[in-house]
């Protein structure tokens, strides 16, 4: 129990355009998401918190316009990187926690993005 | 501000050898303390975490918050724990993200 899958697994772009990476909890209902980053050799780094029906909460640093996040089911929230550049490359993993886990979180297996 | 540090970026030891992994944290409030392994080509997985107090894989951790420490032991080490390992804090409360040390490479050599 407790998978969280991503898709896709890994995605090529033209720098200008916009990319979106879904994440879903397949066995369980999440009203909580979270999205990561992690750079090459780097630990992850969390960039926001996806509630389910509001607003998602940045962490400081994170450009809200350019990480455009949406969590309109209890099993779906959306990352869109809009407008990439080749600084947006990265590994980006989402994460969900299982109701009664206290601050568990499950992990999805990341999507690795490469803007050209 | 949270933080969590992990000293070792690679720790080698051998089979059959004690590990410890160390951690220590930085945070006003009372926290929870999570491990979570990342073995080659897989995703983030939890190993264990500090208000269960179990032993996975014959992993310990104990959270000392005298020191703000929560190390990872294990007595004897096997090859198949070669993995990348991650200590993690977040605030409680089920709605928080979780602020990852940097890792540390574990190799378990023959």
């Known amino acids: 129990g407790a998978v969280v899958s991503q898709h896709p697994s890994w995605v090529i772009c033209k720098s200008g355009t916009s990319v979106k990476i879904e994440c879903r909890s397949l066995?369980?209902?999440?009203?909580?998401m979270f999205w990561y980053r992690q750079f090459p050799k780097q630990s992850l780094m969390l960039m926001a918190t996806?509630?389910?029906?509001?607003?998602?909460?940045?962490e400081q640093g994170v450009e809200k316009d350019k990480f455009l996040i949406n969590h309109a089911s209890l099993t779906l929230s959306t990352l869109t990187v809009t407008s990439a550049h080749p600084e947006d490359s990265s590994f980006y993993i989402c994460?969900?926690?299982?109701?009664?886990?206290?601050?568990?979180?499950?992990f999805g297996p990341g999507t690795r993005l490469t803007v050209l | 501000a949270q933080r969590v540090t992990q000293p070792e970026k690679l720790l080698s030891v051998f089979k059959g050898a004690p590990v410890e992994l160390k951690c220590n944290y930085s945070?006003?409030?009372?926290?929870?303390l999570f491990w979570y392994v990342q073995y080659s080509r897989q995703r983030l997985q939890l190993l264990l975490r500090?208000?269960s107090r179990e032993s996975i894989k014959g992993f310990t951790a104990d959270l000392n918050k005298g020191e703000t420490s929560f190390h990872l032991k294990k007595p004897f080490a096997q090859e198949e724990d070669s993995a990348m390992y991650y200590c993690?804090?977040?605030?409680?409360?089920?709605?928080?993200?979780?602020?990852f040390g940097k890792g540390t490479h574990l190799i378990i050599q023959p």
């Open positions: 994460s969900a926690g299982l109701a009664g886990a206290g601050d568990t979180q499950y």
């Open positions: 500090h208000i």
């Open positions: 996806s509630n389910e029906g509001s607003k998602a909460t940045y």
């Open positions: 993690a804090l977040s605030g409680g409360g089920g709605a928080d993200g979780l602020t």
């Open positions: 066995d369980f209902q999440a009203t909580t």
């Open positions: 945070y006003s409030g009372s926290p929870e």
